[in-house]
């Protein structure tokens, strides 16, 4: 077994190497799914343990002696996207199991303020007084862009948000899925195509995303709907 440790929070570290023992009958269940996600409250600190879906066996050898764990890489990850000064829940520590390969990992952070995502304009697509959560979701990403930042699994469902005195903030989940490296202005369009929102609520995070990168409006809108048609007839 393999753990790593936030520095910070070496104060958990019986509760963190406990948890492959502990984490099927303990903590509370708020999503389980291909993965499975469970809160904890440890001094006082709400944590969120992410236990990855057991690879299949050939994958067992391939993270075991190839690629990096899910764990390890939302672990590393999220270090990097607090260099930069890029929300995501704060790292705590990440485990990974091996027996004949990779067998087992989890990823442990704190639990996000934020209870919003962006899946509310699937089900109330009315944009209205929430016009403001788009705009500013679009200069988010366009500043993540261009610190050379590009979220591979950027669906509705792993952008959360909370509203502060008339601002939006918004943390980044589900981040194993990451690349690091210049952001192309077409690789910028085509990473929205994944939310799975209405026409009206993509034309109004193109235009932002655009002034934020310094881009065409019109192109932008037209390019980010275009991806977003494709990925809806692919997914369909």
């Known amino acids: 077994m393999k753990i790593e440790i936030n520095p910070k929070y070496d104060f958990l570290s019986s509760f963190i190497r406990a948890i492959p023992d502990e984490f099927d009958r303990s903590g509370t269940v708020i999503y389980e799914g291909r993965n499975m996600l469970r809160r904890y409250t440890v001094d ?16 067992r050898f391939v993270y075991g002696n190839i690629r990096k764990s899910k764990a390890y890489r939302s672990f590393h990850y999220a270090l990097l996207l607090k260099e930069k000064g890029i929300n995501t829940p704060e790292p705590v520590a990440c485990i990974e199991e091996y027996k004949m390969g990779l067998i087992r990992s989890y990823y442990i ?24 959560i788009l705009k500013e979701f679009g200069l988010f990403t366009a500043r993540m862009h261009e610190l050379n930042v590009l979220h591979r699994d950027y669906s509705a469902g792993n952008v959360l948000f909370g509203l502060a005195e008339k601002s939006v903030s918004f943390d980044l989940v589900d981040i194993n899925r990451m690349n690091f490296g210049p952001v192309s202005e077409e690789a910028g369009y085509k990473n929205f195509a994944p939310l799975w929102l209405t026409d009206e609520a993509y034309i109004e995070i193109a235009k932002a ?22 990925f809806m007839k692919k997914h369909k």
């Open 209 to 230: 995303y655009a002034r934020g990168r310094g881009f065409d409006e019109n192109v932008a809108v037209k390019q980010i709907l275009y991806y977003k048609d494709l």
């Open 44 to 59: 006082n600190i709400q944590l969120v343990v992410k236990s990855f879906r057991p690879p299949h066996i050939i994958n």
């Open 109 to 132: 952070s704190l639990e996000s303020p934020f209870t919003r995502n962006l899946r509310e304009f699937w089900f109330v697509p009315e944009i209205g007084s929430r016009h403001p």
